[in-house]
């Protein structure tokens, strides 16, 4: 891409993005698997929109006062899903209450039938998906994933992908996030919102 298409590029996300933060009325949630870019994409998206952004996972830690590891160490995956649920419940109430802002869910939020009607009814979802060797490469980078612990990476993305699908293709935007760069899965997003709205 050239300097002039470059320029051409960011002067439409910039018109996009008036047009989106004028018109937006409710959160815009971002789903998908861990590794998919939903935290970095979210904050990009947030600095576009001119909104607040949250990542889940971090207010979660912040309202159990422990690392997401840690829950699932100490209380297991049922406990820590449904404190997600609660959070995500208290974030899309904010979010709906005429506050809208950029949400970047966990990897299993959305799988979760409650959580998933109430971001559908209250919010915009948004699937950022990927390839699975996209996914592996990039949750290689930390150690964080208390789901990807005492196993193949490999097979367990590729199984929770396989399983979580289902539920992730009920959000109304998807959007491929492959190797390209973070600016282009973004413009990709705000078209796709565009659209919806």
């Known amino acids: 891409m050239d300097h002039d298409e470059a320029r051409l590029d960011q002067a439409e996300n ?33 600095h576009a929109l001119g909104l607040p952004f949250v990542d889940a996972d971090d207010a979660i830690e912040e309202a159990a006062q422990m690392a997401i590891p840690e829950i699932f160490e100490t209380y297991g995956e049922a406990y820590f899903r449904d404190g997600e649920r609660r959070v995500i419940q208290r974030l899309m109430a904010e979010g709906a209450g005429g506050r809208p802002m950029v949400i970047a869910t966990g990897g299993g939020a959305f799988v979760n039938p409650e959580t998933r009607a109430l971001i559908l009814d209250k919010g ?20 964080n994933r208390p789901l990807l612990r005492g196993g193949n990476p490999r097979e367990i993305l590729a199984r929770l992908k396989a399983e979580r699908e289902p539920a992730y293709a009920q959000a109304p935007v998807h959007v491929m996030s492959g190797n390209q760069p973070h600016g282009r899965t973004l413009a990709m997003v705000m078209k796709g919102i565009s659209q919806w709205l």
């Open 14 to 46: 910039a018109a996009l993005a008036r047009q989106i933060a004028q018109q937006l009325t409710r959160p815009i949630v971002l789903v998908g698997m861990m590794g998919v870019g939903k935290s970095s994409v979210g904050r990009r998206l947030s």
């Open 124 to 143: 915009i979802a948004v699937w950022l998906d990927s390839d699975v060797d996209t996914l592996v490469e990039r949750v290689g980078r930390k150690d």
